[in-house]
C-alpha cells in the first residue's frame, strides 16, 4: 500500500517486525522500546492526521465545486 508521501511502508514495517524478533521482544514490543520509537510514533500519528485531513479537504471541495 502506497502512503501519501510517495513510499511504499511494507519494507519499513518487515523491518520492524525483524528488529524485534532478533530482540526476542515479540510478546509486548513496547516493553524495552527501541530508541526513537516515540518520535516515530508521533510522526506516525501526526501523518495519519494528515492523510485524513487531505481527505476530507477533497471531498469538501469536491461537493463545492
Given at each position: 500500500?502506497?502512503?501519501?508521501?510517495?513510499f511504499d511502508t511494507?519494507?519499513?514495517?518487515?523491518?520492524?517486525?525483524?528488529?524485534?524478533?532478533?530482540?526476542?521482544?515479540?510478546?509486548?514490543?513496547?516493553?524495552?522500546?527501541?530508541?526513537?520509537?516515540?518520535?516515530?510514533?508521533?510522526?506516525?500519528?501526526?501523518?495519519?492526521?494528515?492523510?485524513?485531513?487531505?481527505?476530507?479537504?477533497g471531498v469538501v471541495?469536491?461537493?463545492?465545486?
Open positions: 500500500m502506497n502512503c501519501a508521501l510517495g511494507k519494507p519499513i514495517l518487515l523491518a520492524s517486525d525483524v528488529t524485534h524478533g532478533a530482540r526476542r521482544a515479540t510478546a509486548n514490543q513496547f516493553e524495552r522500546p527501541a530508541k526513537g520509537a516515540g518520535v516515530l510514533m508521533a510522526l506516525l500519528i501526526l501523518g495519519e492526521m494528515a492523510g485524513f485531513a487531505v481527505v476530507v479537504t471541495f469536491g461537493q463545492l465545486v
